[in-house]
């Protein structure tokens, strides 16, 4: 079931995203220190980590957001210098335009030139339709729950067909139960739409629910501990005992500074 | 959305309702309060012109209104005859109207540009800091030797207290713009940095744009005024022209008026606000 084989041979053939080498600091602190991982066509790739181990500077750094200090991006073999729409992001705090409604914010994308979309108010339906926010096209961000603010956050990356999604902890704030919804969506778009995500997470549950293959990090510096392939067939139950064992071996690759954080709250273990 | 709130909403209109009207009255009993103050205030003081009474100011209101008067319509030229009140007040709204939008839209061009452009800001901020603190009726002598003190003249003082309050609205909204929204907007296909601030800056803006031209709408009536009082025809002349007559319950009159002017347009514009801003 999985997608992503574990091959070489087959990876390197259909590599979406190639990270290397990418360092970053500020000023005091190394963000990232000499990172490399490539991400199939198609799959679905998590990255968790610690708090401060530098996974949101690495998923900005894909999208072109941020520039490495060195090390490189590639994106189909093309370094990535700026944001482009091949690569949608979606953000954890939503990022939606307060003043647009919920078909203005799914537009935004829409409306650009270099988007060419045909019957872009029909594209908008679809989407809706998609992320099930029938029935409030027409209001304001403000009006919206958390999760339905990043249905629409989803929909808006979406809109512009991009080959690839960029997600920053999308439901780090949303409650548990919608979470699962989301999750369940979330993979039924990506079985629909074939595309390549990058998912930033600090919930192991939630990469070992979403993922074909889990970039393990470490902090301070932000570093690649690991690459976990994980081959149990969607859905995924949480309790099943193979599911429970990668949580448990990410867990471990997560290290010793953690070993405190026990049972199965991950919070910002 | 609307289905969500129309449930609860009839229970708590019921007691707002009652809230409100509380509010109402008391409101009504401040007033009551000041104008018997006033009217005694008035009987006790001698000479009668210091301290005229509400009465004889309501039949002096009254007056601006039974008389009428004769004006000169800037540019136009046309002379139409007018209520002395209406006449005196659309003499002083042709200096303060365009006044009030050439400052604004001056100054929130310029605070747009220079909360945008870094550069910009760099280069204007020490000319801003010194330029900022003069109060605009400063400029009178200036309006006087270049414009004359008439209608172009108190424009321009006008013209000064707009720019700056509408200045400082529009350069804090940009400033103000979060890096999020205009990430959001960079991987959404936004290159170019004038469609950037034309679709994230200036919307995301907009409330505090809003905000400074309300506040300027209030603070030219003040300014207007001021103009005035050098000379320029219009309202605030007027007040100074019937106290030199010490007919002080005219001057009270114009007062009103004046304040009546502003509330028309202070509301008027909360409206325009209210919908503008629907999305908050």
Known sequence: ?269 | MSHQTSTSSDTVVAGSFDRDLRRYLRGLGGLLVFLLVWWVGAMATQPSYLVPGPLESVRAFVDLFATSTAIVVPVLGSSPVLPTGLAHLAQTLFHYVPGLLLGAGCGISLGLAMGWKGALDDWLRPLVRVLRPIPPLAWVVFAIVWFGIHHTGAAFIVFVGAFWINFYGAYGGVEGVSNELTDAASTLGVERDLSMLKLVAIPSAAPQVLTGFRTSIGRCWMIVVGAELFGAPGVGYEIINAANNLAMATSVAYMFLISLAFLCTDVGFRLVEQRVLAWR
């Open chain 1, 1 to 269: 079931m999985a997608l992503s084989s574990d091959s070489p041979t087959d990876q390197e053939s259909s590599e979406k995203i190639s990270v290397r080498n990418v360092s970053r600091s500020y000023e005091s602190t190394r963000a990232l220190a000499d990172v490399s991982f490539s991400v199939a066509e198609g799959e679905f790739c998590c990255v968790v980590g610690p708090s401060g181990c530098g996974k949101t500077t690495l998923l900005r750094t894909i999208a072109g957001l941020e520039a490495p200090n060195s090390g490189s991006v590639l994106v189909d073999g093309h370094p990535v210098t700026d944001p482009g729409i091949d690569r949608g992001m979606v953000f954890q705090e939503y990022a939606l335009f307060p003043w647009r409604t919920v078909r203005g914010n799914i537009r935004f994308g829409l409306d650009r030139p270099a988007c060419e979309c045909s019957d872009c108010e029909a594209r908008v339906r679809e989407l809706i339709d998609l992320v099930g926010l029938d029935g409030f096209e027409d209001a304001y961000p403000k009006e919206l729950s958390g999760g339905m603010k990043q249905r629409v956050g989803i929909a808006r990356a979406l809109a512009v067909d991009p080959e690839t999604l960029l997600m920053d902890e999308p439901f780090a704030s949303v409650d548990a139960r919608t979470r699962d919804r989301l999750h369940a969506e979330l993979l039924d778009i990506w079985t629909r739409t074939e595309q390549t995500i990058v998912f930033v997470t600090h919930d192991i549950d939630e990469a070992v629910t979403l993922a074909d293959r889990v970039v393990v990090m470490d902090a301070d510096p932000g570093t690649v501990q690991s690459i976990v392939t994980v081959d149990i067939d969607r859905p995924r139950q949480r309790t099943a005992q193979e599911f429970v064992e990668y949580v448990t071996r990410i867990r471990d690759e997560l290290g010793s500074p953690h070993d405190a954080c026990d049972g199965f709250s991950q919070g910002s273990c």
